[in-house]
């Protein structure tokens, strides 16, 4: 029973070793892959907030204190400058943004460690959470009007 377990982490552990020697996850596909892929997250993760388009929509029928931005002036707001750091603090929100103001938006970096289906192998799952979010990120970038 003890050689089955030591055999299964041996495999996990070489399993994980394989994908974080890997090329990014995110970068591996094509870039219109990738911003597909972010597109399709936005659409079932963001559009109810943002709206289909992205260009935010009213708060009145969201039970929220301010009206989500339109998500595709972001860089037209920053000096023509897409702040992909920024932004991508904001998506994964794990980390306090205190001139972000008061969190409404979903903490997605959690939310997408929990649909990840690497359990036990944790550098793993952060990436898988990490390419997720960079998806958005091209796909909004592609966006920018």
Known sequence: MQLKSILLFKRQFVLCL???TSSSLVLSAGEDDT?????????AKCAS???EDAKGKDKAGLDLDV?????TRVAKRNNGQFPVSRIYAIIDGR?????????????WGDLFLSETIWEGCSQVEEQLVRGRVLELILYLDSIQQ
């Open 35 to 43: 911003i597909i892929k972010g597109s399709q997250t936005f659409k």
């Open 67 to 71: 009206n989500p931005p339109d998500l």
């Open 49 to 51: 907030c943002h709206g």
């Open 95 to 107: 980390e306090a943004l205190e001139q972000h103001g008061s969190r409404v938006m979903p903490v």
């Open 18 to 20: 394989l994908l974080l």
